[in-house]
């Protein structure tokens, strides 16, 4: 396999793809987090540009960093050149920040992708960045506020800094001292413990497909793409799923017939030596949740003991439906027996050493998860587009993966960063930069 690095603009990379070339497209692109009016409303700032009615800013968005821009992730557009390139039915997971995922969704929507789901990304590291009520009630009426302990002092950027003028994460000079402060005015204390904003703990995903050719299983023969693989995503697990879902009753027959209908039928114990035979699953079924295994995200979720007695047709038959009718009488279920934090059906994608490898970028994402994604939605030996690479997490994960992939950053600090990360993985069997461009 290949990784394809392409350092430019993704709008102008994408028209040098052929159409229907890629298998899927796993990304996470700038997030947008600050907004217009804040940046270009302030007497004196610079005019917001506009093209196609769509907001262009030049001033710094999340974290100080230029290229927090959504002229590109929220532009139809651009995801019309993403499924032009894309094979019919092939999918996309693209990142988002909770307050401007609709952006990212719609854009990818308008461009004629059909929205399959949303993942949720579950951490535990997140900082809320929320404005103290009272603290701005007694800036604006002059008053100093008591300190009644301090806590720690850092040092830190310099306003302004950026990576051309400072170095990578600018001039770290100024020292800050966190401490907790009393109310100074009557108004302060009114509002004292009042903010503007949660902790943030998730991400959302946006999983869409481009539209089919015929039915499903015709457009996975054709192209390869349209599903999603269920088994090589299972959460793993050591607990016995010999129950529920999974009952091995269900499978009690030596054999079963290709059609009940059909004189001579086949017996698929013939085509298959295990058929009729329970077998354990791979793990349990992937859900569109997925956690970092951090202690603090664990200790959200309940202890959810499994299936602990056994049910069979002694006990009253499941009420049906209009839609789906009448069960019958209960199948015999052995107990599972299982327990535990209820985050055990979810996916944990727990950081690595891969996860920064040196690189500055504040928005590295766990190569774990981003291996899982590009498994869910990639055919063996598929090929991969980013267009939003970053630090090259997606590149790192898709050889992981044993997948090709071609991934585009503007950022020439970050196109460094791909290629020493790249660099690091030994024992491939392929060259790592064919077709790079400088």
């Known amino acids: 396999m290949t990784v394809r690095v392409e350092h430019g603009d993704s709008r102008d990379v994408l028209k040098s793809l052929a159409d229907a070339s890629v298998d899927s497209c796993v990304t996470d692109p700038p997030y947008s987090l600050v907004s217009i009016q804040k940046r270009f409303g302030k007497p004196g700032s610079a005019a917001a540009k506009d093209r196609d ?128 402060t009393a109310p100074a005015t009557e108004e302060a204390a009114a509002w004292e413990g009042w903010g ?8 959302p995903i946006c999983l869409a497909r481009k539209p089919l050719i015929g039915t499903v299983a015709e457009n996975v023969q054709q192209h390869g793409t349209g599903a999603l693989n269920i088994d090589g995503c299972r959460v793993h697990t050591a607990d016995d799923l010999n129950g529920g879902a999974y009952n091995g009753s269900l499978r009690q027959r030596d054999e079963y017939t290709s059609s ?14 295990d058929a009729g035979k329970f077998q354990q699953p ?63 059906f979810f996916y944990s994608a727990k950081a690595g050493e891969d996860d920064r490898c040196d690189s500055k970028h504040p928005t590295i994402k766990p190569v774990a998860l981003m291996r899982w994604l590009a498994r869910l939605i990639t055919p063996p030996k598929g090929l991969v587009l980013d267009p939003f690479a970053g630090s090259g997490t997606t590149a790192v994960a898709c050889l992981r993966e044993r997948f090709d992939c071609i991934v585009v950053e503007r950022e020439a600090q970050y196109i460094a960063d791909i290629k020493r990360r790249l660099a690091r993985l030994s024992g491939l069997d392929s060259p790592l930069f064919a077709g790079t461009v400088a």
């Not at 209908?261 to 298959?272: D, M, Q």
């Not at 997925?290 to 069979?312: H, I, K, M, W």
């Open 196 to 203: 503007t904003a949660l902790k943030p703990a998730w991400e």
């Open 53 to 180: 009615g769509l907001y262009k800013r030049a001033s710094s968005g999340f974290m100080g960093q230029q290229w927090d821009t959504g002229e590109t992730a929220h532009d139809p557009e651009f995801w019309r050149e993403v499924l032009r390139v894309l094979k019919p039915g092939a999918h996309v997971v693209a990142f988002a920040g909770t307050r401007t995922y609709h952006r990212v969704a719609c854009a990818i929507e308008d461009a004629g992708f059909e929205i399959r789901d949303q993942i949720g990304w579950c951490f535990g590291s997140g900082f809320p960045k929320s404005h103290n009520i009272g603290k701005a009630i007694d800036k604006r009426a002059g008053a100093g506020r008591a300190i009644i302990r301090e806590r720690y002092t850092v040092k830190r950027i310099k306003p302004g800094a950026t990576a051309v003028r400072e170095g990578a994460w600018g001039k770290q000079d100024i020292p800050y001292t966190a401490a907790d």
């Open 260 to 273: 009940d209908s059909v004189a001579g039928a086949v017996p698929l114990s013939r085509l298959n030596r």
């Open 282 to 344: 791979a793990g349990r079924w992937p859900a569109n949740l997925c956690t970092d295994g951090s202690e603090e995200v664990l200790a959200a979720f309940p202890n959810a003991p499994g299936q602990q007695r056994a049910v069979g047709p002694e006990f009253a038959p499941k009420v049906g439906t209009a839609v789906y009718g009448d069960y019958g009488p209960r199948p015999f279920v052995e107990p599972r027996g299982d327990s535990g934090s209820a985050a055990r």
